[in-house]
């Protein structure tokens, strides 16, 4: 049975920390991991990685995929409060299956 | 900005009755999905669509039924609600580019009593 698993489940940190968010995969006929971010409402997209060892920038995020570990970090520089959120990982198979998600919530 | 559309918001109904939580998108998308979230949980994809008269059944098990008789519109419907139903549902959908990013609505609470 395919399985995302995500990791920590929860964190909390104060401003201006970096934090990294694992994600781990197991996946039949694998083709793409997406992170998205959900805060109150609907998640909304931040990276699709598709091939190992490169990296994917936004601001203060990145992350990288390692096909042969089968795992991706998301990880978040110099975090602000904007960043508490669920950050989600999931990875294509018929839709997208989610994992379970790392609740995040960076203190002032 | 996507353009996605979930009714009702907010949802408060009786045992036993019948609802439809309506998904229309305008961006011309052939796949759109469902999904059932309760709070702090994951999301578990319910029922997918692929194209115009093309439903089928996700990985989580769900009472509910879904149509698409339309490319913008997947409703999906509950012909008799219990509490167990109570949850958010969040309808997606995604282009024939095939990045795999979803587009999500705002999502659809319902709530059971």
């Known amino acids: 049975e395919d399985k995302v698993v995500q990791s920590p489940l929860s964190l909390v940190v104060h401003e201006g920390d970096t934090v990294t968010l694992n994600c781990s995969y197991e996946v039949t006929n694998f083709r793409s991991l997406l992170w998205y971010k959900q805060e109150k409402k609907a998640p909304t997209f931040l990276f699709m990685l598709t091939s190992s060892g490169i990296e994917k920038k936004s601001g203060r995020l990145s992350s990288i995929l390692d096909k042969k570990e089968l795992f991706s970090i998301l990880n978040i520089t110099a975090t602000q409060t904007g960043d508490s959120a669920v950050y989600l990982c999931?990875?294509?198979?018929?839709?997208?299956?989610f994992g379970s998600g790392t609740r995040l919530q960076v203190q002032p | 900005e996507a353009d996605i559309y979930q009714t009702p918001r907010y949802l408060v109904i009786g045992t036993g009755k019948k609802i439809t939580l309506e998904c229309s998108q305008t961006m011309g998308h052939d796949k759109m999905y469902w999904y059932q979230q309760d709070p702090g949980m994951e999301l578990h994809l319910i029922h997918y669509s692929y194209g115009v008269n093309s439903t089928e059944k996700g990985d989580l098990s769900s009472e509910s039924t879904v149509s698409r008789i339309r490319t913008e519109h997947f409703p999906l419907t509950l012909e008799s609600a219990r509490p167990s139903h109570t949850s958010q549902y969040l309808c997606?959908?995604?282009?024939?580019?095939?990045?795999?990013?979803?587009?999500f609505g705002e999502g659809s609470r319902l709530t059971v009593l």
């Open positions: 997606a959908s995604s282009g024939q580019a095939n990045t795999g990013e979803l587009f």
């Open positions: 999931a990875v294509i198979r018929r839709a997208l299956t």
